[in-house]
């Protein structure tokens, strides 16, 4: 009986030496898990300061926009279906068309901006010599150095064309003063000077009264000269003209 027990009493506490040793293991290895991640984190905390202080770690290159040139575009393609074709390559974030102040149609040129740089390229070197309504587009990238300030200025403003039309007949036909319609005398008095030289250096004998007469009807040549149309059928010579005036 004394044997059995002491027999009892040793499996026993081999029992509980072995939860303890595994206990033991167990927490030993937990702690050391524990410890490996937290000498990793100071490991990188430390690369991270490194590489700042050394600058290795360089900042992102902020995307740079880009500008494409267009020209010879057709009647037909302006700034909405610009836009909506453009818009395939990339996004499309300013766009101008030139247009005439005076009757506001398209001057056939325009500059459309890209939201990317790389995109721009890309555009122009694909859309280059691309045949639209019997024209060739021509697409040039635009060095962001030679891209002024003003190339996009009044791109949102319509120029509606009946007021731009009326405007520019009223700018013609407003009074003029005495000085304004003096340059004006003198420069059409010289364009006729030329035409005359001209039809000297021919050798065609034709003389007319044209400006030169009507001005010298004027006050002091401050009236504005008009031209006067002769008919089809009267061929006048210089003689014919000197025998008149006699």
């Known amino acids: 009986y004394t044997c059995c027990l002491s027999d009892r009493r040793l499996k026993s506490s081999l029992a509980v030496m072995a939860e303890i040793s595994s206990g033991l293991s167990s927490s030993s290895a937990h702690m050391d898990k524990l410890l490996t991640e937290r000498a990793q984190r100071r490991l990188e905390k430390r690369r991270r300061r490194r590489a700042r202080e050394q600058g290795v770690q360089a900042e992102p290159e902020p995307v740079r926009r880009g500008v494409v040139y267009v020209g010879h575009i057709p009647h037909g393609f302006y700034e909405e279906e610009m836009r909506g074709y453009f818009s395939q390559f990339g996004t499309v974030t300013r766009l101008r068309l030139a247009r005439s102040k005076k009757t506001g149609r398209s001057k056939g040129y325009a500059f459309v901006e890209f939201e990317c740089d ?33 190339t996009f200025r009044g791109r949102k403003r319509e120029i509606p064309l009946p007021h731009r039309r009326q405007w520019a007949q009223k700018e013609h036909n407003k009074p003029r003063s005495v000085e304004q319609q003096s340059r004006r005398v003198r420069r059409l008095l010289g364009r006729e000077k030329r035409k005359r030289v001209q039809l000297q250096e021919l050798g065609l004998d034709y003389a007319f009264p044209g400006y030169r007469q009507a001005s010298r009807s004027g006050a002091g040549g401050s009236a504005t000269p008009t031209h006067t149309v002769f008919s089809s059928s009267e061929n006048r010579t210089a003689s014919d003209i000197e025998s008149d005036s006699e």
Do not use: G
């Open 118 to 150: 790389e995109v721009a390229k890309i555009v122009a070197e694909t859309m280059n010599n691309y045949l639209m309504f019997n024209k060739l587009l021509k697409c040039q990238f635009v060095d962001p150095s030679a891209v002024h300030p003003t």
